[in-house]
């Protein structure tokens, strides 16, 4: 996760659905990720009583508030809304729109990152079962 965190390329992980373990650490460390409305984070190993790996014990405490310590006890799944709003996605994308990202990138087009976030920029309206 180190590596991932400091290298200089660009990565883009895009998660949909069940994000947990080792994709969670590739996840949160990249420079730029995408989480879509099905997406669940969860740290599996903490609600089977273990410790979260180096990487997230690192992470963890430089959330806002105390939602860090929350998921290092707890192992609660995170959803969408709670993902971006404590940092550790940094963009929403509709899962309909994964097809036309790839297609940017593929072509070439989405070279220029300004302009993917600009048609990539939705709001998240909160729904009742967030943590924050």
Known sequence: QWTVAT?????M???SGVCGGPGAG???HSNLNFATESTSF??????????????????????PGN???FLALTGKR???????RCGLAQHYMPVWDMDYLRF?????????????MEYFYFLI???TSCLL
């Open 78 to 84: 995170v959803n969408t809304t709670d993902l971006v």
């Open 104 to 116: 940017l990138l593929t072509s070439g087009e989405g070279s220029d990152r300004d302009k993917l």
């Open 42 to 63: 969860v740290l599996p190993q903490t609600a089977m009583g273990f410790f979260v790996d180096c990487g997230f014990t690192y992470l963890l405490p430089r959330l």
């Open 26 to 28: 590739i996840f949160a």
């Open 125 to 127: 309206n909160a729904d």
């Open 13 to 15: 992980p895009v998660s």
């Open 67 to 69: 939602i860090g310590m």
């Open 7 to 11: 290298t200089g390329k660009l990565l």
